[in-house]
């Protein structure tokens, strides 16, 4: 609110209406358990009639860091790293933070680029889904000046923060579902190679089959470029062109579900009838689509939540003080009409 001269209301106004020193005020805004309650209350009180808006700007000055986190993801349209940021949002708010999103459209030079702009506005930190697991690569991310917290990705302890979901115990937990619907001959419709989750939920898959001796662990894998719904309808042209038409498709993520599911339908294919599709996710189109998606849910919302919480821990405590440390989410399998 403008004073009566028609300035900004200044920290020195509230000092003097509150009755106390500019230095009160200031530990009452940055240091509030330096200032006794009485104080507190009472300073309080008088920017709230005053309606004084801090200078983050000039606190940012004085600290060296400011009260922004910026979150770094590949694909702003992914309903998964929507929710992710949601989660993000909610915890950062609740600390008095505020969120740059940064999209890198799955270029990695754009990632680059964005977390040195967020390195020279003093950012708090930074929360990033890196484009791959590539050591030198992330190795030369954490040298932009800020703190830095992996999601979706296991950082080694002497590297840095995490955030990830058990992705091998995912695709144990969508294999073991078909298998326990006696579905036999399984397709794995996966994304490229390079990509730490395909990796990985490949891996538990293999590893449920050769457990439950499955033809000994056979499946046929199908691979696409993108994780689209699109890739996920020319997959299932491919599925149906086999000689042996299989029984149960798992598809690396939602989107290649509803695709594949899409595919089936055009073609008059009945699932789960003839065919069981297992996604995973959980992404909002899952529950929504025309025939309800099973799939391995990932607590995303939480996934973004705890994020925060490690890069905050990391921010305020001494730098000889903090162990870093990797936090592990253990996904579920939610159980809908496609495989039910």
Request: aromatic residues 2%; proline residues 5%.
């Amino acid at each position: 609110m403008p004073r009566g001269n028609g300035g900004p209301v200044r920290l020195s106004d509230v000092a003097r209406e509150a009755g106390v020193s500019l230095g009160t005020v200031s530990n009452t805004l940055n240091r509030p358990h330096s200032v006794s309650e009485l104080t507190r209350n009472k300073v309080l009180a008088t920017i709230k009639r005053l309606d004084f808006v801090p200078n983050q700007g000039a606190a940012t000055l004085r600290s060296g860091m400011s009260r922004l986190l910026g979150l770094v993801i590949p694909d702003i349209t992914n309903s998964f790293y929507a929710e992710i940021a949601k989660g993000v949002a909610a915890a950062a708010e609740a600390q008095d933070y505020a969120v740059i999103l940064c999209n890198t459209d799955d270029q990695p030079d754009r990632e680059l680029r964005q977390l040195e702009m967020l390195a020279r506005h003093r950012s708090a930190g930074a929360l990033i889904v890196p484009l791959s697991a590539d050591e030198r690569r992330l190795d030369r991310l954490r040298k932009t000046g800020s703190h830095l917290i992996l999601i979706d990705r296991v950082a080694s302890e002497h590297d840095g923060c995490s955030i990830s979901i058990d992705d091998v115990r995912g695709g144990r937990i969508a294999a073991a579902h078909l298998l326990k619907l006696d579905r036999k001959k399984l397709v794995l419709v996966n994304g490229p190679d390079h990509i730490p989750q395909c990796a990985n939920r490949r891996k538990g898959f293999q590893e449920a089959l050769m457990g439950a001796d499955a033809q000994a662990g056979r499946y046929i894998e199908i691979s696409v470029e993108e994780m689209s719904s699109r890739d996920g309808e020319r997959a299932a042209d491919q599925i149906l062109a086999l000689a042996d038409r299989p029984d149960g498709v798992f598809c690396i993520n939602d989107q290649l579900a509803i695709g594949v599911l899409r595919g089936l339908a055009r073609r008059g294919v009945a699932v789960p009838k003839t065919i069981a599709v297992v996604g995973y996710g959980d992404s909002p189109i899952a529950e929504s689509a025309q025939i309800p998606l099973t799939t391995v849910q990932q607590p995303m919302f939480d996934l973004g939540r705890a994020a925060v919480a490690q890069l905050l821990s990391e921010v305020e405590e001494p730098a000889d003080q903090h162990h870093h440390s990797s936090t592990v989410f253990t996904p579920s399998l939610i159980i809908r009409e496609s495989a039910p």
